[in-house]
Structure formats: structure tokens, C-alpha cells
């Protein structure tokens, strides 16, 4: 086992992504957080967590015991108070608590700006913070970045949700300001390279991919890749308050945190120094690629992701309209049973074709025959045999897309949406009982993908709540 690393930060977008990281690369890692619940079970085994919060100096204390390297990636900009005064109170008090244990090294990641131009409040508190790191003595190793893009990323977030509902887009100036942004990979590429780096003082690393593009380049190139048509057309005023007021009616950005990113996007943020080029062996993706990248790890994640988790299954209550996986809509429900798996999953296996869907039947008809006037593959193709199903099988408009015999079903929509559809059936239990999970997936693609996913929601609602309840009195027949 490596050395050990002091991570904060672990609860956010480059924290939680670098964690995994540093585990798999053998390092020894504790987590210094404000409420260690927020973490408890979604760590790898051996992460040490521990509560702390940089406010508080006193707390960092006993959290710097015995490490040797820490990672600064905290910042206020989500907070409602002075967001560059909380920063400075932060940074002052790590800056103190790293000199007092000695620490070999502390690992900053700021923001790309000229410190001549201008700079935003924000920028301005991200140079500042490094400055006072500098100031303890520790020797620093400050990452400058522009727009980090990745699944989940803040600007990625803004700009999908810009993107996927508005068709048309009044643009203001910020929209043409140069940045050079990083794919989140190549990012972490540098946080973890920076742990072997030898020590020589205080450094600042200017990061980038190798593209000078502005917001509206990104916005254009995502619609390309998810086959939209955007027209934008460019005001030449339009404030920041305006702004993020606007994004906030249409985005998932708070109006606060919308005004702070704004207010910053109106500097350029490009690499003027290409040290970290010649030192590192990295060699950043460029945006195309870190679109196309991001969109496909939020695959590998949906993939992955057990959507029943997200609302019954954990005491949630119901949400209207289901909840996001980052584009996407989720729909999940959930009901008990008094048999085991296999025959939980007995009547699962055998819906659709004759048998039908246990639930409104007569809606599945009409839905069909509507896909049959839109020139899709309707309701007509049953089923290959009414008892057994394999991958690739088709169901009626569905495809069985995986199985696994008395645990999970799902089928993939071969009809016409303007967007993509999953169906997902999941059986847990034991001799005693079992839990049927029913999970609907929806993944629109722009405006009309939206209001398709709303407009049919109720009829969902009464479909979906209808054929799992139908579906548990067959499984106790059974």
C-alpha cells in the first residue's frame, strides 16, 4: 500500500470521480468530509473517512495525522453567503494545519484566467486560494483548469440541458468567449500524475485539451452528436443576473450558482503556459472526443446503476414524472410477494405476444397501431415462443436486451419515439418472499423527447402501476 493521501472533496464531481482512482492505483486514502454519512457505503473497502469541515480548524487537525500528500479540491461557490470570504477562511486554515503536520505536498485544482484581465470573483477567489496554500510552506502543485467536461460536470449539465430543450437560443456574449476545456479523464490523469511528481517547490500547471473553443461551440457539437438541429442567435446584452435567472427556468443550475459560473465564463479561460505538456505524459482528448466520451461513460453508468434504488426501494416518495439519471428519465415502482424468485419471475418471463401485458391491453393496441401509422413495427410480432425468451428475442414492440433466469428481464423499445426506451424487471427475494422491482427508462432526445415523457406520463402511471400489481397476484397464483 502507497502512502497516505488526504482527499477533500470526496462528496463532489472531481472528488468522488478521483477517489476510485487513487484506490485502484494502491493508495491509501482517508476522506475528510462535513457529514461522513453522506459517504458511508459508497466508498471502496478501506477508505478512511473522517469528519471535518475547513472552517473549523480544529477538526483538520487530527485529519492530517500520518499523511503525506493532500488533495485541496473544495471551493464555496454553491454556498449563499460571501462564497470568496469562505474560500479565504478555508484556505487559511488548511494552509496552517498542513504546515503544522508537516505535510510533503498539497495538490490544488483552481481556474484558468489572466490575472490581468479582470477577473471574475470567482477566478479571482480560485487564485487567490492557491496563493494561501503557497503561503504554508508545503509545497504546492496547483492544476489550472478551464470547463471540465464529463458526465455530471457542471458546465456538461448546463450545456445538455440548454441544448435538449431549446430549439431555438438566444444567445448573449458569454456564449463566444474562448475557454480550452478538459475531458474529466485527462483531468484526473494529472491529479493522480501530480502524486509522483518529484518536488520542486511551488508549481502552477495551466491544463487543457488541445481545442480553443467557446460555449457555443460546445453546445453546436453536442447537438451534432445527438443528431439535434439548434439555431442560436446572438444578443448583445444580456446580464449575468438575467442569465443564470434564465438558466435556472431551464437548466439544473441554482440561480446563484448560474450567476457565479456566468460571471466567470465571461473571461477567457485558455492555456497560455504548455509546461504541463513537456513535464507530463498526457496528452488531453480534444473536445469532440470528450463529448463523445462523456455521453458514452453516462451509458456505462446507466448500465450499471440499479434504477429501482433511486425511488420506492429506498422510501422515497413517489416523484411526478419520475427522476434523472443524468438525461435520463427514470420511472421505477416496486411490490412484495409472499413466493420465492422463480416464482416471482415465473409470469415476468411469459409477457407479452399472447399473453399480453396483464394490464391495458387495449392501450398497448392503440399504441401500437399509432406506431403502425408512424412507420414503426407496432404490436403485431408476438413473441418466439410463449414460455422461454433469450436475447435478442422480440417482444411485440420490445427486444430482450439481457437475463438473468429468475433475478432480471429487460427489453429495449423498437417502436417509434423520439427518443430511447428500456423496460426492467427485477426479482430479489428468498424462500420466504420476494421483491418485484419494475423499472420504465426513457432517454428523450430534445424538446419533443421531453414533452412526449410528460404528456403520456399519466397514462403511464395507470399502465405501469396496473401491470406490476397484475403481475404480483399472478406470481402468488403461481
Not at 464531481?13 to 482517508?30: D, S
Not at 428481464?409 to 427485477?426: C, H, Q, S, T
Request: hydrophobic residues 40%; aromatic residues 8%; charged residues 25%.
Amino acid at each position: 500500500m502507497k502512502n497516505l493521501v488526504l482527499l477533500t472533496g470526496a462528496t463532489g464531481y472531481v472528488g468522488g470521480r478521483l477517489l476510485p482512482e487513487l484506490v485502484r492505483a494502491g493508495w491509501n486514502v482517508r476522506c475528510l468530509v462535513r457529514r461522513p454519512e453522506n459517504l458511508q457505503g459508497r466508498v471502496p473497502e478501506g477508505v478512511d473517512i473522517v469528519p471535518g469541515d475547513l472552517l473549523d480548524a480544529n477538526s483538520l487537525r487530527s485529519a492530517m495525522k500520518a499523511v503525506q500528500t493532500a488533495f485541496y479540491l473544495v471551493h464555496s461557490m454553491g454556498s449563499t453567503g460571501h462564497f470568496e470570504e469562505q474560500d479565504r477562511r478555508a484556505a487559511e486554515n488548511f494552509a496552517v494545519a498542513a504546515q503544522e503536520a508537516n505535510l510533503e505536498r498539497i495538490i490544488y485544482l483552481g481556474g484558468l484566467g489572466d490575472d490581468s484581465e479582470g477577473l471574475s470573483p470567482h477566478l479571482r477567489s480560485r487564485h487567490e486560494v492557491g496563493e494561501i496554500l503557497r503561503q504554508s510552506g508545503v509545497p504546492v502543485i496547483e492544476f489550472r483548469a478551464s470547463i471540465v467536461i464529463g458526465s455530471g460536470s457542471l458546465s456538461f449539465e448546463m450545456i445538455r440541458a440548454l441544448v435538449e430543450r431549446l430549439p431555438i437560443m438566444i444567445t448573449p456574449r458569454w456564449v463566444s468567449v474562448p475557454a480550452q476545456p478538459i475531458a474529466i479523464n485527462d483531468l484526473l490523469q494529472y491529479l493522480k500524475a501530480a502524486l509522483d511528481l518529484p518536488i520542486s517547490g511551488n508549481q502552477i500547471f495551466e491544463i487543457g485539451g488541445p481545442n480553443q473553443v467557446s460555449y457555443g461551440d460546445l453546445m453546436r457539437e453536442y447537438a451534432r452528436q445527438r443528431g439535434l438541429h439548434r439555431v442560436m442567435i446572438s444578443v448583445p446584452v444580456l446580464t449575468p443576473r438575467l442569465s443564470s435567472l434564465w438558466l435556472g427556468l431551464v437548466t439544473p443550475l441554482y440561480s446563484r450558482i448560474g450567476r457565479k459560473l456566468i460571471d466567470s465564463i465571461r473571461n477567457p479561460t485558455v492555456v497560455r503556459d504548455d509546461s504541463a505538456r513537456k513535464i507530463f505524459n498526457i496528452r488531453p482528448k480534444d473536445f469532440r472526443e470528450a463529448i463523445s466520451s462523456a455521453l458514452r461513460n453516462e451509458e456505462a453508468e446507466f448500465v450499471q446503476t440499479q434504477w429501482s434504488d433511486a425511488l420506492s426501494s429506498i422510501g422515497m416518495p413517489r416523484l411526478w414524472g419520475g427522476v434523472r439519471f443524468g438525461n435520463r428519465l427514470i420511472d421505477s415502482r416496486m411490490v412484495h410477494v409472499g413466493v420465492p424468485p422463480a416464482a416471482a419471475f415465473a409470469p415476468i418471463i411469459r409477457i407479452g405476444g399472447k399473453k399480453g401485458w396483464y394490464y391495458g391491453n387495449w392501450l398497448w393496441r392503440i399504441r401500437g397501431w399509432l406506431d403502425l401509422l408512424a412507420g414503426g413495427v407496432g404490436m403485431r410480432r408476438g413473441r418466439r415462443n410463449p414460455e422461454t425468451l433469450r436475447v435478442g428475442d422480440v417482444v411485440d414492440c420490445w427486444r430482450v436486451e439481457s437475463i438473468e433466469p429468475d433475478r432480471r428481464l429487460r427489453f429495449m423499445a423498437e417502436m417509434k419515439l423520439p427518443g430511447r426506451a428500456w423496460l426492467e424487471f427485477e426479482v430479489i427475494g428468498d424462500a420466504k418472499g420476494s421483491c418485484i422491482r419494475q423499472t420504465a427508462i426513457y432517454d428523450p432526445v430534445g424538446l419533443w423527447g421531453l414533452a412526449y415523457w410528460y404528456l403520456l406520463y399519466p397514462l403511464h402511471e395507470l399502465v405501469f402501476s396496473g401491470m406490476l400489481k397484475e403481475i404480483a397476484k399472478a406470481a402468488e397464483k403461481t
